[in-house]
């Protein structure tokens, strides 16, 4: 549960860093290869890149070891650890409301998983048609969203894109956890394994996804879908595919009320201002303003002496 708390705030650095790069470049690279050519020559991209590769590093651990519907639950703390890090880095301050929705999230996973209590996977003996199926199921619902996003603009693009990344990150951890489901054989039985190297394939693409989602606009818009996305997909990759188990009767009303509560937290956190441009352009409007006030002195200085010229 570790690894996966330290993923999550892994990819909410990288979101931060990576929007604060993929803003900045014209409307028309939207869902273009070029846009990522471009962001490769941005230091600050790249640290994203590297948190959330090193993010990526972490959820992989974590799910060789632990069931995919608790890991990946937990991945939706990315979305206060973004709050966090924007306030750290834009130098602003949580509200109280934020904090509150925090708190709540963390009260609502944790009576999620405990209502849900889904016990240990059977990933190993997944069929070949239940993959194709799930595959097909999965690719057709993210082939959907880039669909309809293509018909959208600005705000809407960017939530529409969200939530097919979501999807996409959701495939990914389906795929990693079945090429570590035979790990204790060896490495080689990871490297052998066909979904080893589609997750490699559906990992890009849905980083592809992701900066194009941050850069038709702002996390606000584009967190929602992202984080809640993920994990939802990621619990029905468990259930149905990894055969995990979760409790029924009243602990999966519990389950089904935290779950209604994490939703809530989610939405509160969304509308936070530390996940707009805004943040960024106050902070950059208050630096012009200490600039006029340290420019105005000078010119003040300078009055008596031109005072004291004679008149043309």
Same mark, same amino acid.
């Given at each position: 549960?570790?690894?996966?708390?330290?993923?999550?705030?892994?990819?909410?650095?990288?979101?931060?860093?990576?929007?604060?790069?993929?803003?900045?470049?014209?409307?028309?690279?939207?869902?273009?290869?070029?846009?990522?050519?471009?962001?490769?020559?941005?230091?600050?991209?790249?640290?994203?890149?590297?948190?959330?590769?090193?993010?990526?590093?972490?959820?992989?651990?974590?799910?060789?070891?632990?069931?995919?519907?608790?890991?990946?639950?937990?991945?939706?703390?990315?979305?206060?650890?973004?709050?966090?890090?924007?306030?750290?880095?834009?130098?602003?301050?949580?509200?109280?409301?934020?904090?509150?929705?925090? !708190? #709540?999230?963390? +009260?609502?996973?944790? %009576?999620?998983?405990? $209502? @849900?209590?889904?016990?240990?996977?059977? *990933? /190993?003996? &997944?069929?070949?048609?239940?993959?194709?199926?799930?595959?097909?199921?999965?690719?057709?619902?993210?082939?959907?969203?880039?669909?309809?996003?293509?018909?959208?603009?600005?705000?809407?693009? !960017? #939530?529409?894109? +969200?939530?097919?990344? %979501?999807?996409?990150? $959701? @495939?990914?951890?389906?795929?990693?956890? *079945? /090429?570590? &489901?035979?790990?204790?054989?060896?490495?080689?039985?990871?490297?052998?394994?066909?979904?080893?190297?589609?997750?490699?394939?559906?990992?890009?693409?849905?980083?592809?996804?992701?900066?194009? !989602?941050?850069?038709? +606009?702002?996390?606000?818009?584009?967190?929602? $879908? @992202?984080?809640?996305?993920?994990?939802?997909?990621?619990?029905?990759?468990?259930?149905?595919?990894?055969?995990?188990?979760?409790?029924?009767?009243?602990?999966?009303?519990?389950?089904?009320?935290?779950?209604?509560?994490?939703?809530?937290?989610?939405?509160?956190?969304?509308?936070?201002?530390?996940?707009?441009?805004?943040?960024?352009?106050?902070?950059?409007?208050?630096?012009?303003?200490?600039?006029?006030?340290?420019?105005?002195?000078?010119?003040?200085?300078?009055?008596?002496?031109?005072?004291?010229?004679?008149?043309?």
């Amino acid at each position: 549960m570790l690894l996966a708390v330290l993923a999550a705030v892994a990819n909410g650095l990288a979101s931060v860093l990576q929007r604060r790069e993929a803003r900045t470049r014209p409307a028309s690279e939207s869902l273009n290869w070029r846009l990522v050519w471009h962001l490769l020559h941005r230091p600050v991209w790249l640290g994203g890149v590297t948190a959330v590769t090193f993010g990526f590093l972490l959820q992989a651990e974590a799910l060789a070891n632990g069931k995919l519907s608790v890991v990946e639950s937990l991945l939706v703390l990315d979305l206060p650890a973004t709050l966090l890090l924007s306030s750290l880095l834009l130098h602003s301050r949580m509200r109280w409301r934020e904090w509150g929705a925090v !708190a #709540a999230m963390a +009260g609502g996973l944790a %009576g999620l998983l405990l $209502g @849900l209590s889904p016990s240990a996977d059977s *990933g /190993a003996r &997944a069929s070949g048609p239940t993959w194709a199926l799930a595959l097909g199921v999965n690719a057709l619902l993210i082939a959907a969203g880039v669909w309809w996003a293509l018909s959208a603009d600005g705000t809407r693009r !960017a #939530a529409i894109l +969200g939530v097919a990344t %979501g999807c996409g990150f $959701g @495939l990914t951890a389906g795929l990693i956890k *079945g /090429a570590t &489901a035979n790990a204790s054989a060896g490495i080689g039985s990871v490297f052998a394994a066909w979904q080893l190297y589609a997750m490699l394939a559906v990992g890009a693409g849905s980083m592809f996804l992701l900066q194009s !989602a941050v850069h038709a +606009g702002s996390l606000l818009a584009v967190q929602p $879908g @992202l984080s809640l996305g993920d994990p939802v997909v990621s619990v029905l990759w468990g259930t149905l595919v990894f055969g995990e188990k979760v409790r029924s009767g009243l602990p999966l009303v519990l389950a089904a009320a935290s779950a209604a509560v994490v939703c809530a937290a989610v939405l509160v956190l969304t509308r936070s201002p530390l996940l707009t441009d805004d943040a960024e352009g106050a902070e950059g409007a208050e630096e012009s303003d200490r600039a006029e006030h340290v420019e105005q002195p000078r010119q003040e200085a300078r009055s008596p002496r031109q005072a004291g010229r004679p008149l043309d």
